[in-house]
Nanobody, 120 residues
């Protein structure tokens, strides 16, 4: 089992950047693929990025490709999402997830979420 705690959300102007971090508990972090999801009010949850257990394989939603970058540090049990060139439509609650299922919009474990608000 793994527990996830996100940090780094906030308010930023369009075009700006934010870096989200997720700290995981437990000694088996490196056995989990990790991902970031987001959910805006009135919209379905969307997987924006995933990263494989060793960090060698990544996935990005088309809506964030070229602007967001996911990374992980297995020695520190952390996963990060660097978000650049932010747009108002990126406004959502962002969730860190372990063992993400992209098309099912599901995961085995979830963090509590962190709010990202992008003003125009």
């Amino acid at each position: 089992q793994v527990q996830l705690v996100e940090s780094g959300g906030g308010l930023v102007q369009a075009g700006g950047s934010l870096r989200l971090s997720c700290a995981a508990s437990g000694r088996t972090f490196s056995s989990y693929a990790m991902g970031w999801f987001r959910q805006a009010p009135g919209k379905e949850r969307e997987c924006v990025a995933t990263i494989g257990r060793s960090g060698g394989v990544t996935y990005y939603a088309d809506s964030v490709k070229g602007r967001f970058s996911i990374s992980r540090d297995n020695a520190k049990n952390t996963v990060a999402l660097q978000m650049n060139a932010l747009k108002p439509e990126d406004t959502a609650v962002y969730y860190c997830a372990a063992n993400p299922k992209v098309f099912a919009r599901a995961a085995d474990y979830w963090g509590q979420g962190t709010q990202v608000t992008v003003s125009s």
